[in-house]
T-cell receptor, first 111, second 115 residues
């Protein structure tokens, strides 16, 4: 069992819909990243958070350390949001640079 | 505004050949991380380097793989005697320091295909 689990694996939405991608982890962590990977392209770091909530444009990330759960929300989704979204955890008590990745959620937003 | 640069973007090798993957970090960043993404799998940590030092290579196969980050020039991930199972996307990331609060900036990746 992967230490970092994401759901759903695949998500298809219509333009304008509100999107939620979930990430749960089984180990204690000190922080969590949300990353975006476009097909054939590189990886962009969207957020790093260790508590609470962060917002950037139409993207919102939340984390509940006690429940070992984080969510990424996209409001008013757009076809250009189509990408793989990856959460990555930094284990607490260990090396604070080493990321453990989920397998990613493939989001497709149709016009 | 140069981010992390990797080259080549695509690399094709035959079994038994050597693959050299290069990573130039963001200017001023002295910490480099290499990750591998196998087909249908998530990213996995391979190695963490600072200038001229390997800090953590716990994710790197013990044989055939090596990494360096010299004082001058890019970081190099070297795979000797490649096998088909080495086919993957290799991503490099950099950060200004190795602390928790740093964001890691990722490069575009090198896609290695072993024939």
């Amino acid at each position: 069992k992967n230490e970092v689990e994401q759901s759903p694996q695949n998500l298809t939405a219509q333009e304008g819909e509100f999107i939620t991608i979930n990430c749960s982890y089984s180990v204690g962590i000190s922080a969590l990243h949300w990353l975006q990977q476009h097909p054939g392209g590189g990886i962009v770091s969207l957020f790093m958070l260790s508590s609470g909530k962060k917002k950037h444009g139409r993207l919102i990330a939340t984390i509940n350390i006690q429940e070992k759960h984080s969510s990424l929300h996209i409001t008013a989704s757009h076809p250009r949001d189509s990408a793989v979204y990856i959460c990555a955890a930094i284990n607490s008590g260990g090396s604070n640079y080493k990321l453990t990745f989920g397998k990613g959620t493939l989001l497709t937003v149709n016009p | 505004n140069a981010g992390v640069m990797q080259n080549p973007r695509h690399l094709v090798r035959r079994r038994g050949q050597e693959a050299r993957l290069r990573c130039s970090p963001v200017k001023g960043h002295s910490h480099v991380y290499w990750y591998r993404q196998l087909p249908e799998e998530g990213l996995k940590f391979m190695v963490y380097l600072q200038k001229e030092n390997i800090i953590d290579e716990s994710g790197m196969p013990k044989e055939r793989f090596s990494a360096e980050f010299p004082k001058e020039g890019p970081s190099i991930l070297r795979i000797q005697q490649v096998v088909r199972g080495d086919s993957a996307a290799y991503f490099c990331a950099s950060s200004p320091s190795g602390t928790l609060t740093d964001t890691q900036y990722f490069g575009p990746g090198t896609r290695l295909t072993v024939l």
